[in-house]
């Protein structure tokens, strides 16, 4: 059960085994599902996977989900085990593993191995995938075709796109080609050039922007509303005005989910955080110790000792 859920709540019937009390049961992709089975990873057989339905049923309810950023098979796998409900393959790749300064190197083509990844490791959580910056600003007709790699690629479930309501067509477009869409509004990494740098978006006058880009996009099908820098009374009016669910980073708590780029949660990546940021773990500590125990197990012998040798 996720941790996040109570017995009886939307997501929880997506993350357990059928029964006769819970939801229709969804039913065997009826084309095959592959080789691999979900067994494999210690997840019944059985287990439905989250979908953007459960999400906004989960609104509905007044119950709240669990988003993490994931780039590789293990931390896909732990997360998915672990009950976050949605794993985000964010541009912030760029950054939290090519080493980038900032999201905008990034490509399509890199995009999709992290998604490859992350879909590989993932059973139950719903994966969402970035369009990288300058994957889809130059036409709708670029936007389907970057969709279409990253899910049949990628093998992702559906994609997440930064921008207001201008881009309201093109999120109908992709939805209308059976592309889930979530949308990405407030601070908007991929235009931090424009924005004039890492700035809190939504204040003052500014807030109603905000609440029209969020209705026009869910109006055009987009399935959430992601706010990232946005105060916490501008992030409850746009929660009010949709009725999808919103996500929120740095956006306060009245959101229905929350997100966070996992270095951050876990503590791998050091230095001046965000003040939304809060770190849940020291794993480079313990990296860090494991390694130095090990480089000098090695340089004084110890390891591999006779337990360890053919």
């Known amino acids: 059960m996720s941790p996040t ?9 997506a993350t357990a085994v059928p029964d006769a009390a819970a939801e229709p049961a969804e039913l065997a992709a009826p084309y095959g599902a592959g080789a691999a089975t979900a067994t494999a990873a210690g997840i019944p057989a059985k287990a439905a996977k989250i979908r953007t339905h459960h999400l906004h049923a989960a609104k509905q309810a007044g119950e709240k989900f669990a988003m993490l950023t994931a780039y590789d098979q293990y931390t896909a796998q732990i997360f998915d085990e672990a009950g976050i409900e949605v794993l985000l393959v964010g541009d912030s790749a760029s950054n939290n593993v090519l080493g980038n300064e900032t999201s905008l190197p990034i490509t399509l083509d890199e995009m999709i191995i992290f998604c490859r990844a992350v879909t590989a490791g993932a059973k139950r959580a719903l994966v969402v995938a970035d369009l990288p910056f300058g994957s889809y600003e130059a036409s709708t007709e670029q936007a389907v075709a970057s969709c279409v790699r990253l899910m049949k690629e990628g093998l992702v479930h559906a994609v997440k796109m ?8 093109t999120v109908r477009a992709l939805t209308q080609a059976g592309i889930p869409v979530m949308a990405h509004i407030g601070f908007t990494p991929q235009s931090e050039h424009m924005l004039g740098g890492y700035r809190v ?20 099908g987009a399935f959430c509303v992601l706010m990232e820098m946005v105060p916490a009374t501008t992030a409850a009016a746009v929660d009010a005005a949709v009725e999808v669910p919103t996500v929120g980073i740095g956006a306060g708590n009245s959101t229905t989910g929350q997100v966070l780029v996992w270095q951050d949660m876990a503590g791998l990546r050091t230095g001046k955080m965000a ?14 110790d494991a390694a130095k125990e090990y480089g000098q197990e090695v340089r004084s012998g110890v390891f591999p000792g006779p337990e360890h040798t053919f």
């Open 5 to 13: 859920s109570t017995p009886d709540s939307p997501l929880s019937t």
């Open 201 to 220: 978006q939504g204040r003052g006058d500014m807030a109603q922007a905000m609440i029209d880009d969020a209705v026009a996009l869910a109006d055009a």
């Open 275 to 288: 003040k939304f940021v809060k770190q849940y773990a020291q794993l480079r500590t313990v990296l860090a």
């Open 162 to 169: 930064e921008g207001g309501a201008y881009y309201a067509p």
